[in-house]
């Protein structure tokens, strides 16, 4: 915190003496006013502006919000405008001790924070501190006033909050940021992004992202993170409710480091109780259905149409892992079928079916799909 004081103290005597305003950047952000609620305490006005920028400064390298500047976005420039009185008024209220509790109901952790005041010539501004985080920060509950949800891991980069775990792309982005920090290679990062795990094997770790049913694991080939597809039942009853159920009851087992920080480890297998049917079968289920005939060429370019695969020229068995598209676990996904052996296979759900025969029955789009009209059966 001394570090940030001493930054923000350089940061405002430049502006009173030079007019001299540093960018917007990682590290500093600039607000000209607050929007402010008569219906909610001084604490919880300050969280529903600011909540998301701590976090996202806290998972990043801690920062500092100017609050009373002007940005004129248009022209590149800063201006000192100061607070309007009566959001001085309810800073003047704010007690950080409020604040943190309040916070750390959301993500169960402390933030380091600092709240003052400060003046140029007869204008009153305002600066906050947020100290770097040791541990990456996930809120644990929804905090919608102040645009915060469950599990959502919130950064700084390029000048703005952003959410790591949007999309795989977007976690390895901040990954490879973390690893950055400290200059390290990636298998170390796990032991900064999770303490908890220096004794274990990143490799053998799933990352369970249940906001967009993924799961994440290590891939050696690349040194980054991979995700693929899975059904969560989040559900009270669900498998997935029932295991964080039994890990707060103390029915799942405790990796403990010296510490005292438990990781929770979950001992079985993942059963997948889909539905398995093979193309053969969905081949034969359309054709039952359908006005048209179709050979099974054009079924997988109907299969390629609806955006399930990226090439209509998909091999079933040992199939490239990049040919499925995201999204449509509930039709189609990639099935391991000897795990010793590593082969795969592309197998389907009986909902794969209707879809299928909506587009081959639409003979509007058979020249966009097939090239041609389709025959009508005999």
Request: contains cysteine; charged residues 30%.
């Amino acid at each position: 915190m001394n570090l940030l004081k001493s930054k923000v103290e350089r940061i405002i005597k430049n502006i009173k003496d030079n007019g001299d305003f540093p960018n917007e950047n990682n590290h500093l952000d600039y607000k000209v006013t607050m929007n402010l609620s008569d219906s909610k305490k001084p604490h919880e006005v300050f969280l529903m502006n600011f909540a998301k920028d701590i976090i996202s400064f806290a998972n990043s390298d801690g920062g500092i919000v100017l609050l009373g500047i002007k940005e004129n976005k248009s022209l590149g420039i800063y201006e000192d405008s100061g607070l309007d009185p009566s959001v001085i008024e309810t800073l003047d209220k704010i007690d950080l001790n409020d604040v943190s509790q309040a916070i750390e109901k959301i993500i169960k952790t402390t933030i380091m924070l600092d709240l003052q005041k400060f003046k140029i010539s007869t204008r009153t501004f305002y600066y906050i501190l947020i100290e770097k985080s040791n541990q990456v920060i996930i809120p644990i509950l929804d905090a919608k006033d102040c645009k915060i949800y469950k599990g959502n891991i919130y950064y700084r980069m390029s000048g703005k909050n952003e959410q790591a775990n949007k999309s795989t792309t977007d976690f390895n982005r901040f990954l490879q940021l973390k690893a950055n920090e400290k200059s390290k290679e990636f298998m170390e990062i796990w032991s900064k992004l999770m303490p908890e795990m220096f004794e274990i094997n990143p490799r053998e770790v799933l990352i369970l992202n249940p906001l967009q049913n993924k799961v994440y694991g290590f891939n050696g080939k690349d040194n980054i993170l991979s995700e693929t597809d899975v059904e969560i039942d989040k559900n009270d009853d669900g498998v997935f409710n029932i295991i964080l159920n039994a890990i707060s009851a103390g029915e799942i087992g405790k990796i403990t480091t010296n510490e005292g920080k438990p990781l929770y480890k979950i001992v079985g297998e993942i059963v997948n109780d889909k539905d398995r049917v093979s193309l053969s079968n969905i081949e034969i289920a359309v054709r039952s259905k359908t006005h048209y005939k179709f050979t099974n060429a054009q079924l997988k370019q109907v299969i390629a149409y609806l955006g399930w695969v990226n090439n209509a020229s998909f091999k079933i068995n040992d199939p490239e892992l990049s040919v499925l598209c995201e999204g449509f676990s509930e039709y189609i996904w990639l099935e391991t079928v000897d795990s010793i052996k590593g082969s795969k296979k592309i197998t389907f759900s009986k909902e794969a079916v209707k879809p299928i025969v909506e587009v081959i029955n639409n003979n509007k789009l058979h020249k966009d799909v097939f090239k041609k009209d389709l025959a009508l059966q005999q």
